[in-house]
T-cell receptor, first 113, second 117 residues
Framework: KAGVTQTPRYLIKTRGQQVTLSCSPI?????VSWYQQTPGQGLQFLFE???????NKGNFPGRFSGRQFSNSRSEMNVSTLELGDSALYLC????????????FGPGTRLTVL | AQTVTQSQPEMSVQEAETVTLSCTYD???????LFWYKQPPSRQMILVIR??????QNATENRFSVNFQKAAKSFSLKISDSQLGDTAMYFC??????????????FGKGTRLSVIA
């Protein structure tokens, strides 16, 4: 069974731009979560989607948004990029027989210049 | 709010030796899961082992085992017969269980483990 995939793997943007990241969960998984990883703040939860509905949300500004499609693929969008948004963005899915364990994708490295 | 503390930012171990990574957590919850994830330089976060809080028996997965002390809120990871491929950042994570569905993972800051040949 294929793992969680994320595209693109690397992105370079400039301040003020917006960006969209994509995540395809493991087949059969209906929950997708997004995390931001930075050297200073560590791993922080952004949001979780389940069956196209946002189920949980972390403490991030409204510039960070997401959505989930009927095939469980998810996208997250960051508008008006700031230098501090430079980070590794990790997507994780769960579902099937083990809804309590999250499986992570390889991440998207976003650099904001 | 739950917090997870990993007090060892960096550790090193000789190949084939045993090493223990520490993790403590703070919660008032009774039903939860604990996890250890590893993140090699390739950045892919990989599940190492998980422990259900209601289970008294410590989880084991091949060379990896945990020492779960619920009263002390301690969850350490022991790696036996360390291999070069074990070199990675190790994250301890906590997840609360609720009736409406599981909650997000709360991570510690990580321990960077280097296995030396």
């Amino acid at each position: 069974k294929a793992g969680v995939t994320q595209t693109p793997r690397y992105l370079i943007k400039t301040r003020g731009q917006q960006v969209t990241l994509s995540c395809s969960p493991i087949s059969g998984h209906r929950s997708v979560s997004w995390y931001q990883q930075t050297p200073g703040q560590g791993l922080q939860f952004l949001f979780e989607y389940f069956s196209e509905t946002q189920r949980n949300k972390g403490n991030f500004p409204g510039r960070f948004s997401g959505r989930q499609f009927s095939n469980s693929r998810s996208e997250m969008n960051v508008s008006t990029l700031e230098l501090g948004d430079s980070a590794l963005y990790l997507c994780a899915s769960r579902g099937g027989l083990s809804t309590d364990t999250q499986y992570f994708g390889p991440g998207t490295r976003l650099t904001v210049l | 709010a739950q917090t997870v503390t990993q007090s060892q930012p960096e550790m090193s171990v000789q190949e084939a030796e045993t090493v223990t990574l520490s993790c403590t957590y703070d919660t008032s919850e009774n039903n939860y899961y604990l996890f250890w994830y590893k993140q090699p330089p390739s950045r892919q976060m990989i599940l190492v082992i998980r422990q259900e809080a209601y289970k008294q028996q410590n989880a084991t997965e091949n060379r990896f085992s945990v020492n779960f002390q619920k009263a002390a809120k301690s969850f350490s990871l022991k790696i036996s017969d360390s291999q070069l491929g074990d070199t990675a950042m190790y994250f301890c994570a906590f997840m609360k269980l609720v009736h409406s569905g599981n909650t997000p993972l709360v991570f510690g800051k990580g321990t960077r483990l280097s296995v030396i040949a």
